[in-house]
């Protein structure tokens, strides 16, 4: 009887041996070393992403904004602030003539937040249009809980609206269209070239 358990017992011992033996030699064979980093570069991919088309300069949406459409879009701004003359504070300041002021100050005894009393400047159309881009990024702890405006278009619309309750500074001039000049600059180039190669034939016709 104990014969047979030790047959039976070596039995199953030699399988076992044999199956971690066939599974050693067949993760051999079929061993493939991986990539240390998986996927492959797209070249270019990173230039690429981090390029966007530029859009119109703050001049060029000046030109072609509307103060009605500002109108519009500062109903939005009316819980807080008035931009008639002799308008009334609220949450906020009244903003008539505010464009071309000190930033923080322009209307007096009005409780601005440090961050924005402490940002110095005035409130030129760029800086207009970084506060309504992001007031809290402009100025770090205002007490302006607006998010800011997305669109340019709409920025460009609410400065003009506020220009024409109280003026403004100067507008930026619109940018000249780069495309517009290489095409005249390649223009005159081939005109000039054709005008050299014409008056030879015409002294020749001579």
Not at 145 to 170: C, H, I, T, W
Not at 175 to 180: E, F, Q
Request: glycine share 14%; net charge negative; aromatic share 8%.
């Amino acid at each position: 009887m104990n014969d047979r358990k030790n047959t039976a017992f070596g039995w199953i011992l030699f399988s076992g041996i044999v199956a971690l033996g066939l599974a050693y030699v067949s993760g051999q064979y079929f061993h493939e070393e991986r990539p240390e980093e998986m996927g492959y570069a797209i070249a270019g991919a990173e230039e690429s992403g981090g390029s966007e088309a530029a859009g119109p300069d703050l001049g060029t949406l000046l030109a072609s904004g509307s103060v009605e459409a500002g109108e519009k879009i500062f109903a939005k701004c009316t819980a807080c602030h008035t931009a008639n003359q002799g308008g009334a504070n609220g949450i906020g300041p009244n903003l008539f003539g505010v464009m071309g002021k000190p930033v923080g100050s322009h209307v007096a005894g009005f409780a601005y937040s440090p961050a924005l009393s402490g940002h110095g400047g005035e409130w030129t159309w760029e800086t207009m249009d970084a506060w309504l881009t992001s007031p809290k990024k402009f100025a770090n702890g205002t007490k302006m809980s607006f998010a800011g405006l997305s669109k340019p278009e709409d920025r460009a619309n609410v400065m003009l609206y506020l220009e024409a309750n109280g003026g403004a500074p100067a507008k930026p001039a619109p940018a000249a269209p780069a495309a517009a000049e290489e095409t005249a600059a390649a223009g005159d180039a081939d005109a000039a070239a054709e005008g050299e190669a014409a008056a030879p034939v015409e002294e020749a016709g001579a």
